[in-house]
């Protein structure tokens, strides 16, 4: 791997990703899909898809049990060429309020199952593996106000945001060195607390609603060619 001279940061933003919270482990569809995957639901992430009627009662539903979202997004960021040549640090901020740092030469499981896995692992136990004193995917701060202290504001994607081209929003990464954060969660807004945590708020193509995962590939494409990359 090459050493970088400039790095590019993405942190993914209130992601959907936690162990199944204490008041559903008695909860019947999670009792059942704890039997079929033979997991103790204190071990288990929380999935939509598979604890969709549990998740009824919990607060902000809309925004949790999406793993496959973060899975999909990690999976183009950390197979990208910017990544391979040492060029991109991507972070991940989970419900709780966590940011986990990915070491760019983390493979993520392509198998969903295996993926889940692992994050149930790093929500445990904060590091993956959990018995190395090099993990792959470690804490990074223990909240998002931590995190910008260590690593400034976020420049932020935001529907919302004053209207940019992409281009010029990874220059603005490049030139301040601060952190491009993404929202990882499939409706809805940002909270008040991450907006405010943030330098610039920007959106692209007439504030369009896209995927997280269309995002980075628009992120990481504009950053290979501005930093010519891909030779
Ligand atoms: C699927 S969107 C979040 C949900 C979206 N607010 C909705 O209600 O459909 C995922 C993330 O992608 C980014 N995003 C999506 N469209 C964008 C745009 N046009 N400009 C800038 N960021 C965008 C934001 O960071 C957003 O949080």
Redesign the pocket.
């Known amino acids: 791997m090459v050493i970088a001279r400039t790095v590019i940061k993405i942190v993914l933003l209130e992601s959907g990703l936690e162990i199944v919270p204490k008041e559903l482990h008695t909860h019947p569809v999670v009792l059942r899909a704890a039997k079929r995957y033979n997991i103790a639901p204190d071990e288990m992430l929380l999935d939509k898809t598979l604890h969709y009627k549990a998740m009824e009662t919990l607060p902000q539903k809309w925004k949790r049990g999406r793993p496959d979202i973060v899975h999909t997004t990690l999976l183009i960021l950390q197979d990208s060429i910017l990544n391979q040549k040492g060029f991109l640090r991507v972070y991940i901020h989970v419900y709780d309020g966590r940011v986990f740092m990915v070491r760019p030469e983390t493979r993520i499981p392509k198998h969903y199952e295996r993926f889940r896995g692992l994050m149930a692992q790093l929500l445990k136990y904060g590091k993956v593996p959990p018995d190395t004193e090099t993990p792959l995917i470690k804490l990074e701060a223990k909240s998002l106000r931590e995190f910008v202290r260590k690593h400034g504001k976020l420049i932020l994607?935001?529907?919302r945001?004053e209207p940019a081209r992409a281009v010029d929003v990874v220059r603005k990464a490049l030139d301040t060195g601060l952190p491009l954060g993404?929202?990882m969660?499939?409706?809805?807004?940002?909270k008040k607390s991450t907006l405010r945590k943030a330098a610039y708020r920007?959106?692209?193509?007439g504030?369009?609603?896209?995927?997280?995962w269309t995002?980075a590939c628009i992120l990481v494409s504009e950053a290979e060619r501005l930093l010519d990359v891909n030779y």
């Open positions: 994607l935001w529907e945001g993404i929202g969660f499939p409706r809805g807004d940002f920007y959106s692209l193509l504030g369009k609603p896209l995927k997280a995002l």
